[in-house]
C-alpha cells in the first residue's frame, strides 16, 4: 500500500471560538489565541501580529498583548525583540525529550494499571477503539484523534500517581501539537491503532509485564514514525 498524506486543510483540527465572551477578555484571547496555535491553523514559526488578531477578536491591543505574554511563559510563543511574537517551532530535540519522558512514564502506568481495572474499565477502553476504528474507515482525523487523546489519558489517569499524572500534564500542550503532525500520514495513523489495540489486548490479559512492553513499543514506534515526517519535511 503506498503512504498517503494528508494535506494541511484536510488534517487542520477546527477551533469553534466561544460565542460569547466571558468578563476576562485576556482569556478568553488566551483561549482562541491557543487552541489556534495547538490546531495550527497558526503554524509553528508563524507570526502573529497584535493589530490583526485584535480586528479578527474585536478587542484592543491590551488583551491580545497580555494573552501572548501568557502564551509565551506557556512555551507556545516567543518574542523577537523590535519585531513581535511568533509561535514556537517544535525541534526535533522536543520530540526527543518528549517521547523519552512519554517511554518511561506511560509504559509504567500501563503495567501498573493491568492489575486494577476493572470491567467497566475495559469496556470503556474497547468502546474508545471502537471509536478510533470508525473514524480511520471514515477519515475522520479529528475524531480519531479525540479518541486518541482519551485511550492514552484514561491509561495515565488510572494509574492512581499524582505525581506522574500531574507531570504529564505538563507536556499536554506539546503532546497535543505532536499528535496533530501525526495525521499528516494516514498509514501512521493506522499503525497507531493497530498499537492501542495491542496495548488493550495486554490489559484484557492483565498482563502488566506484556501492557508495559507494548506500550513501550509504541511510543518508540511513534517516534520513529514522527522523526521520518520531520526529515521529510512534513511537518
Request: hydrophobic share 40%; aromatic share 6%; glycine share 4%.
Amino acid at each position: 500500500m503506498s503512504e498517503q498524506w494528508v494535506t494541511k486543510e484536510s488534517f487542520e483540527v477546527e477551533v469553534q471560538p466561544q460565542l460569547s465572551k466571558p468578563p476576562a477578555l485576556k482569556d478568553w484571547a488566551y483561549k482562541i489565541i491557543k487552541d489556534s496555535i495547538l490546531s495550527f491553523r497558526f503554524p509553528p514559526g508563524a507570526q502573529l501580529h497584535i493589530e490583526q488578531l485584535a480586528d479578527e477578536m474585536g478587542l484592543s491591543r491590551t488583551p491580545i498583548r497580555e494573552a501572548l505574554l501568557k502564551l509565551e511563559s506557556d512555551g507556545l510563543v516567543r518574542t523577537v525583540p523590535r519585531v513581535g511574537f511568533f509561535v514556537t517551532e517544535i525541534t526535533k530535540r522536543d520530540l526527543e525529550e518528549l517521547f523519552e519522558l512519554r517511554e518511561l512514564l506511560e509504559s509504567h502506568a500501563a503495567g501498573k494499571i493491568a492489575s486494577l481495572l476493572t470491567d467497566d474499565d475495559l469496556a470503556y477502553i474497547d468502546r474508545l477503539l471502537e471509536t478510533s476504528v470508525s473514524a480511520v474507515e471514515r477519515g475522520d482525523l479529528g475524531e480519531f484523534l479525540k479518541a486518541e487523546i482519551a485511550f492514552h489519558t484514561f491509561l495515565i489517569e488510572s494509574c492512581g500517581n499524582r505525581r506522574l499524572i500531574e507531570v504529564m500534564k505538563g507536556l499536554e500542550d506539546l503532546m497535543y501539537r505532536e499528535r496533530v503532525l501525526s495525521l499528516r500520514s494516514l498509514e501512521n495513523v493506522r499503525k497507531s491503532l493497530t498499537e492501542h489495540q495491542r496495548i488493550a489486548e495486554a490489559l484484557h490479559q492483565r498482563d502488566g509485564e506484556l501492557a508495559s512492553r507494548c506500550m513501550r513499543e509504541h511510543i518508540r514506534n511513534v517516534r520513529k514514525r514522527m522523526l521520518q515526517l520531520v526529515d521529510l519535511g512534513k511537518c
